[in-house]
């Protein structure tokens, strides 16, 4: 069973600071990894993807990826108050035939004024 | 921007009716997903399709689920008897290509309620 698995939280951090969201996958064969955005009742909004070890940027957010550790994990600096929702880990093993993703509970962040 | 839509945004049935859950993936994007959600739970893949057939389907995609791609725009989930437990937001997904790089676009959900 290919589990992914997050701190359920809720993270309180204090606006304008980071946010640390942290994620571990079970299967060693996965390749791809996302992190989606849900506000609550909406659905999934992709935030980052990474493929490769090490750190990606994209404005005030950066994935980080460790397959060795199989840890992946999402920095948010300067932390506003409309990033308060759940962040989802999510994991593609491209099976070859399904392409599906395995998600995490999901995180939920709460950015306090 | 292109984007996934979903119709309808809401569906109330009772248990043990057939419902189809409409979903228009983005235009040029070939593979397709199902997921679903039941409030609270994680995101739970059903079933991906590609070229007209089912790629991959998980166990909750039992004989009472099917997939459809009716026409060039369209994708759609049947679901044949519903039950209680069905109830859960069904999200529509898709990517342009199959490599695990391919990023799949969720669209706005339906909400499924049965009584």
């Known amino acids: 069973q290919k589990e992914v698995e997050q701190n359920s939280g809720p993270l309180s951090v204090p606006e304008g600071a980071i946010a640390s969201l942290n994620c571990t996958y079970s299967?060693?064969?996965?390749?791809?990894f996302f992190w989606y955005r849900q506000y609550s009742g909406k659905s999934p909004e992709l935030i980052m993807s990474?493929?490769?070890?090490g750190d990606k940027e994209d404005g005030r957010f950066t994935a980080q990826l460790n397959k060795a550790s199989q840890y992946v994990s999402l920095l948010i600096r300067d932390s506003q108050p409309s990033d308060s929702a759940t962040y989802l880990c999510?994991?593609?093993?491209?099976?070859?035939?399904?392409?599906?993703?395995?998600f995490g509970t999901g995180t939920q962040l709460k950015v306090e004024l | 921007e292109p984007e996934v839509t979903q119709t309808p945004s809401h569906q109330v049935t009772q248990m043990g009716q057939e419902v189809i859950l409409r979903c228009v993936p983005i235009?040029?994007?070939?593979?397709f997903y199902w997921y679903r959600q039941i409030l609270g739970q994680k995101v739970e893949f059903l079933v991906s399709?590609?070229?007209?057939?089912?790629?991959?389907k998980s166990e909750i995609f039992d004989d009472q689920f099917s997939v459809e791609r009716p026409d060039g725009s369209n994708f759609t989930l049947k679901i044949r008897s519903t039950k209680l437990e069905d109830s859960a937001m069904y999200f529509c997904?898709?990517?342009?290509?199959?490599?695990?790089?391919?990023?799949?676009?969720f669209g706005p959900g339906t909400r499924l309620t049965v009584l």
């Open positions: 990474i493929y490769s070890n």
């Open positions: 399709f590609y070229n007209n057939e089912i790629s991959e």
């Open positions: 997904a898709s990517s342009a290509g199959q490599g695990a790089a391919d990023t799949q676009y």
């Open positions: 999510a994991v593609n093993g491209f099976t070859g035939g399904g392409n599906k993703l395995t």
């Open positions: 235009s040029n994007h070939l593979y």
């Open positions: 299967d060693r064969g996965s390749q791809s």
